[in-house]
């Protein structure tokens, strides 16, 4: 079977289910018709009063479990065993009928998978759980809340459900996986691995040669050892990394539409490894999750550590560099010697801005389940820029930041100067030590920071000179995020608050 099986491919494999197992209704009277029919053809809670359920051994859970999904040692039996017929439907009631909460993750994931089960999957987990909700997004909300008890073998399984998909699913989602995070909350993205394939090496234009960006697109800035980069987010939000070089310094960008923003990372990590990364195929708690080639460790886009595998074990974690989100035409006029990613990537995609972004912008909370802050004088989707500093972590609304122009704060001991040429053209962040800054000048090309003693510096991305004596204040990392997603990645982080 290939490798890269989408959604659309697997919906013409299975096609819809059209017949339910339930007897017809009286007819006659319209008011006894269900608006959904059982699909089980004995009620799964019709248990005789008083009668005992026997509970189910970890190897009679097992054995249900790998039956059910029938291609479970090999994705090529799915031709002749999808869509759901008779045996699977009566798998589905036994499950039912155990009412043991060991099933309910696994049919949770069953729902992402959409594969033509999902009236008897919803009403197996109704039956064990006592609950109802529409869809796997509700359903893995509620269990990342309730928190049921895993099946032994639980990852080996999920592994071999998405091996439908992709068949490396299973070196990413196994039992010897050491885990950092609940394995029910690895949620299938839609999307088989690498089907959002990363830029490696992308190809790129001088800011003269450009012809596709309207001044007012989002652009992810980096200028480092006198040289800049934009990466437009209409081309970045397709494939989540581009592998590049920066001023001779090796990166990864990454991008992550779902927990919005952009982060940019050192490409070797903490452990001196420079690890091949590339799309999971699964998000954590709305946030993408690659996995390196190397290990086939899984990684948190916005953390930048190792959550699962070799890399987990060997603390390996990613160091983020700055970074400007800002318009394009406000990064061409800082910066006229900077070149942009060419839409020459390689990869077929509809690169017009905001195509990438349409089903994240419809959506008022988090595109997939995760914790949302509690919170109310900051919107969960409020795009923040999240600073660490001597293990302390502060958001600042980006908003808010960028409307100040300058703003003074300290963190981790350090004081700090956030600078913004104002509304959408980003934030900078530069460690103050012994100066105050007072006010921003200069045209976009030459801009300069002036103290309280009247001295002027000057400032790009990277680091603040001084005219006079050429000392330096270096510019410190940010990520940028949605403030739900950095609050949960970052747990005990502050907020700033004006």
Known sequence: ??????????????????????????????????????????PATATPEGTAIARLTNAEVATLLADLVCWH??????????????????????????????????????????????????EALTAITGQEFPDGYGWSSWIAIDRPPLPDGYLDWKGRLLSLVDERFVDL???DLLLAVRPDELIWSRVAIDQQPPLVDPETVHRLEERYLATTDIVYGVFLNG???????????????????????????????????????????????????????????????????ESNSLWDQLTGEAIA????????????????RTTWGEWAARHPNSTVLSLDTGAVRNYDAGAALVEEQSSDGPLFPAPVPTDASVEAKERILGVEIAGSS???????????????????????????????LGVSVYREHDITFSYLQGVPSALELVDTNGDRWFLDEEVLT??????????????????FAWADAFPETSLWQG
């Open 1 to 42: 079977m290939p490798r890269g099986v989408t959604t659309l491919i697997l919906a013409s494999v299975v096609g819809l289910l059209a017949v339910a197992c339930a007897e017809d209704p009286p007819s006659g009277d319209p008011t006894s018709v269900p608006t959904r029919l059982p699909v089980f053809a004995t």
């Open 73 to 122: 040692d090999d994705p090529e039996l799915a031709a002749d065993c999808l869509p759901v017929g008779p045996e699977e439907a009566e798998l589905l009631q036994q499950i039912a009928l155990s009412a043991d909460e060991r099933f309910v993750a696994p049919l949770v994931d069953m729902l992402w998978m959409e594969l033509g089960w999902e009236r008897w999957v919803h």
């Open 173 to 175: 989602l196994n039992d």
């Open 227 to 293: 040289e800049a980069r934009a990466y437009p987010e209409r081309i970045l939000a397709w494939h989540e990394i581009a592998v590049d070089e920066v001023g001779g310094r090796p990166l990864l960008v990454t991008n992550c539409v779902p927990c919005g923003g952009a982060t940019v990372y050192e490409a070797t990590a903490s452990d001196g490894v420079r690890y091949e990364l590339g799309n999971a195929g699964l998000i954590y708690r709305s946030r993408h999750v690659f996995y390196d080639a």
């Open 309 to 324: 595998g070799e890399a987990l074990v060997a603390g390996a974690s990613l160091a983020p560099v700055p970074v400007l």
């Open 394 to 424: 502060r958001a600042y609304s980006l908003a808010a930041i960028e409307a100040a122009g300058i703003t003074h704060d300290t963190l981790g001991g350090q004081d700090i100067t956030l600078v913004s040429r104002g509304p959408g």
């Open 466 to 483: 001084n005219v006079i004596d050429s000392s330096l204040r270096r510019a410190l990392p940010v990520r940028i995020a949605y403030w």
